[in-house]
């Protein structure tokens, strides 16, 4: 069973999935800019792999739920066919006689 309501979508569209990814990134290069800086600075490197980390945490939080922002523009499924007429495909059958070469 899931503690989620029956009707929340946890799916992100292919848009929202582009836009995640370049929210992760946009972080990912910031914070390692800034950490890279700042552990520069004051000639820690410690410092610069928590402001990474950091980052990395802030950006999972932004982009891995499926956050209504990510989920603006979802796809139109073609409805479902009905069991009654689906059929299934069959292949026109071969003749069985075969041709004798002389």
Known sequence: HTLLPPQTTVFQDYKGQKLAEQIFQGIILISAAIGFVYGLIIEQFGWTVYIVLAGFAVSC???????????????????????????PSQKPQESTKKKKHK
């Open 61 to 87: 939080v932004l982009t891995l739920p499926p956050w209504p922002m990510f989920r603006r523009n979802p796809l139109s499924w073609q409805p479902a066919l009905p069991e009654s007429t689906a059929e």
